[in-house]
């Protein structure tokens, strides 16, 4: 999923970057609901030398993932013109 937003980012694609957005966003509230605490603002950084990512607040998550939601449709609406 980041691979695909970072070459959407470097294409200029828009839409399929707010997509990628709102895609993670949903992956990440099924996960939530699912497990409760689950990694996030770590998970994804090995090539940063994280290999055991925190657990995060589901709270913090489920606030991050309204922030994924509201940024993936500003990118698709203002990708659209």
Do not use: R
């Amino acid at each position: 999923m980041e691979t695909l937003f970072a070459q959407a980012e470097i294409d200029g694609d828009l839409v399929h970057a707010g997509v990628t957005k709102i895609m993670k966003a949903y992956l990440m509230s099924v996960t939530v609901d699912l497990w409760g605490d689950v990694p996030y603002s770590e998970a994804t950084q090995l090539e940063f030398g994280i290999v055991s990512p925190k657990f995060d607040d589901q709270e913090e998550i489920y606030a991050s993932i309204l922030s994924l939601i509201d940024a993936g449709k500003a990118n698709v609406l203002s990708g659209q013109g």
